[in-house]
């Protein structure tokens, strides 16, 4: 079965997200206006600039459908700054950001740093399995290769959200002192999350995943 996966078109990295969701065996569509919002079966919000896609969603009246329709089950998936317009609640915002919210997580938002701090590393993710192995259903903690720029963590989760991976406990070069242990994916139900850029490092398992929430 063949599912449409929208991609939040107003701001941030649309096409990285595409080219990963048709690798994973899903059509794609972008995402500007209610009417685009209401015709797809799961929906991508892309790293950018949170309070700018907050903005923008006001400004095409995206806000309100799409908080309706995560209300009525969605499946959606954020990155970066889609993790932080998924968060129920906010650290280091500005007065006033809002978030389309559904997620029962607290997160910093640039919590690793500025863009200078960007960084990459290899994660274990639950759920994704071995790098080799793309079969559905595969169990286990495969590795993920994260891109983190000027990323979010999740703080606090509530009772009903998996935590999927976090930073290592141990030092590793060019990762903040700080980060060691910080969650940085997690799910809850047909919502998605991660602070960091799967699309970028070409590996498109973490699409895969989404793809199989959304097929349900």
């Known amino acids: 079965m063949t599912i449409t996966i929208g991609v939040l078109a107003l701001q941030g990295d649309v096409r990285e997200h595409r080219a990963a ?3 994973a065996g899903a059509r794609t569509v972008g995402v500007r206006r209610p009417e685009e919002l209401a015709a797809v079966d799961g929906l991508v919000l892309p790293g950018g600039e949170s309070t700018t896609i907050d903005k923008l969603l006001r400004i095409f009246e995206l806000d309100e459908p799409l908080r309706a329709r995560i209300a009525e089950g969605l499946p959606v998936y954020g990155s970066c700054a889609g993790m932080i317009l998924l968060a129920d609640r906010i650290l280091g915002g500005t007065a006033d950001q809002r978030t389309l919210g559904g997620l029962d997580v607290t997160v910093r938002r640039n919590a690793f740093g500025r863009q200078v701090d960007s960084f990459e590393t290899d994660l274990a ?3 994704l399995g071995p790098r ?3 079969a ?3 169990g286990g903690a495969g590795t993920v290769h994260a891109v983190f720029i000027r990323a979010p963590w ?3 989760v509530g009772p009903g959200v998996e935590v999927l991976a976090r930073i290592p406990d141990h030092e590793a070069p060019g990762i903040p002192a700080a980060a060691a242990g910080r969650i940085v994916a997690v799910q809850q139900g047909s919502l998605l ?4 850029h799967p699309e970028i490092s070409g590996d498109a398992r973490v699409h895969e995943l989404f793809v199989r929430i959304a097929k349900g």
């Open 136 to 138: 559905e259903g595969d």
């Open 193 to 196: 999350a991660t602070s960091f």
């Open 132 to 134: 080799e192995s793309r």
């Open 21 to 23: 969701l048709e690798a």
């Open 154 to 156: 999740v703080e606090e």
């Open 125 to 127: 993710f639950a759920g």
